[in-house]
């Protein structure tokens, strides 16, 4: 694993000189994944690391504190993506007062010079930096030419003619598009959580679930999913179900999966769960036995879906 920073007066002088991806990377999708690629090539021209530079929490979290859940990536899925692209250490700089109220050019001075010692930043067309975002991508050129550190800025990064970012990916799990999602992303979007205990109704009815945890991540649209979970190194298919099980009057939310063909202890283990298409949406059923059947159906529509 990557190694991860908190502070940039922690960063350690090996990982710093380096080519600097700047931005918040949730979900690391496939405009994100540009900036990297580009980033890379900076450090390769330069014999130099490649970090990204991202904010803990988000700082849409830190700003407004009693928004819904959105991320699409909490911080381990965010590490080991930013490592699959090619990222060698991360400075997940903690986004509290002290580091909202930093103006612009001490952004720059003190966590980009002094902190990384950057040789080279790149950032999406829309990066913006300091306290009530006083840098914008102009001016970080600007201060590159002055302070001598190369900046590259990317243009959008589009697909017929729509731009990739994590609003319209979040706007596309909010509507029931696994598959759409899928395609901005680069891959099946995840949530990566710890399996609880559950009230073990599912397998009173022949369908054992595992409760995954779903923390700080997006609610797609609540109903049946076709899904995949890595369950020790081997991805297996199954059918979720996240909502909040209005037959069984509990009414909060649950991410259920269940898992074909499998039987083994998962209590404890922290679960990756594809969501791979959509099935339906949430009902609500006149009993178990009626629940007991839809379950059976969207069983075989999950298996159908993965097999194609």
């Given at each position: 694993?990557?190694?991860?920073?908190?502070?940039?007066?922690?960063?350690?002088?090996?990982?710093?000189?380096?080519?600097?991806?700047?931005?918040?990377?949730?979900?690391?999708?496939?405009?994100?994944?540009?900036?990297?690629?580009?980033?890379?090539?900076?450090?390769?021209?330069?014999?130099?690391?490649?970090?990204?530079?991202?904010?803990?929490?988000?700082?849409?979290?830190?700003?407004?504190?009693?928004?819904?859940?959105?991320?699409?990536?909490?911080?381990?899925?965010?590490?080991?993506?930013?490592?699959?692209?090619?990222?060698?250490?991360?400075?997940?700089?903690?986004?509290?007062?002290?580091?909202?109220?930093?103006?612009?050019?001490?952004?720059?001075?003190?966590?980009?010079?002094?902190?990384?010692?950057?040789?080279?930043?790149?950032?999406?067309?829309?990066?913006?930096?300091?306290?009530?975002?006083?840098?914008?991508?102009?001016?970080?050129?600007?201060f590159g030419r002055e302070r001598g550190f190369g900046v590259t800025v990317l243009d959008p990064v589009m697909r017929e003619g729509e731009i990739y970012s994590s609003t319209r990916i979040r706007e596309s799990l909010r509507a029931g598009w696994a598959s759409e999602a899928a395609g901005l992303l680069?891959?099946?979007w995840e949530i990566e959580g710890m399996v609880e205990e559950g009230d073990k109704r599912g397998r009173t009815i022949g369908f054992p679930t595992a409760n995954v945890a779903l923390g700080e991540h997006l609610r797609p649209r609540f109903g049946v999913y076709a899904a995949r979970a890595l369950v020790?190194?081997?991805?297996?298919?199954?059918?979720?179900?996240?909502?909040?099980?209005?037959?069984?009057?509990?009414?909060?939310?649950?991410?259920?999966?269940?898992?074909?063909?499998?039987?083994?202890?998962?209590?404890?283990?922290?679960?990756?769960?594809?969501?791979?298409?959509?099935?339906?949406?949430?009902?609500?059923?006149?009993?178990?036995?009626?629940?007991?059947?839809?379950?059976?159906?969207?069983?075989?529509?999950?298996?159908?879906?993965?097999?194609?």
């Amino acid at each position: 694993m990557v190694p991860v920073f908190d502070q940039w007066e922690s960063v350690p002088a090996p990982w710093k000189g380096g080519a600097v991806a700047l931005g918040n990377f949730d979900g690391v999708h496939r405009g994100h994944q540009a900036l990297i690629t580009r980033t890379a090539e900076q450090a390769r021209a330069l014999d130099a690391p490649v970090l990204a530079l991202t904010f803990e929490p988000h700082p849409r979290r830190f700003f407004v504190p009693d928004t819904g859940p959105f991320r699409l990536t909490l911080p381990p899925a965010k590490t080991r993506l930013l490592e699959e692209q090619g990222v060698q250490a991360i400075l997940a700089q903690r986004f509290d007062e002290a580091f909202a109220a930093l103006p612009a050019d001490a952004f720059v001075d003190e966590v980009l010079l002094r902190g990384l010692a950057a040789r080279h930043v790149v950032c999406g067309y829309d990066f913006t930096f300091g306290a009530r975002r006083g840098g914008n991508v102009e001016k970080l050129r600007k201060f590159g030419r002055e302070r001598g550190f190369g900046v590259t800025v990317l243009d959008p990064v589009m697909r017929e003619g729509e731009i990739y970012s994590s609003t319209r990916i979040r706007e596309s799990l909010r509507a029931g598009w696994a598959s759409e999602a899928a395609g901005l992303l680069g891959r099946p979007w995840e949530i990566e959580g710890m399996v609880e205990e559950g009230d073990k109704r599912g397998r009173t009815i022949g369908f054992p679930t595992a409760n995954v945890a779903l923390g700080e991540h997006l609610r797609p649209r609540f109903g049946v999913y076709a899904a995949r979970a890595l369950v020790d190194g081997t991805w297996r298919d199954g059918v979720a179900n996240l909502g909040k099980r209005p037959t069984v009057g509990k009414l909060q939310e649950n991410f259920e999966v269940h898992l074909f063909d499998f039987a083994g202890d998962l209590y404890g283990k922290t679960l990756r769960v594809a969501l791979i298409d959509f099935i339906r949406p949430e009902m609500k059923f006149s009993g178990l036995d009626q629940l007991k059947a839809q379950i059976g159906a969207d069983a075989q529509a999950a298996r159908a879906i993965l097999a194609g």
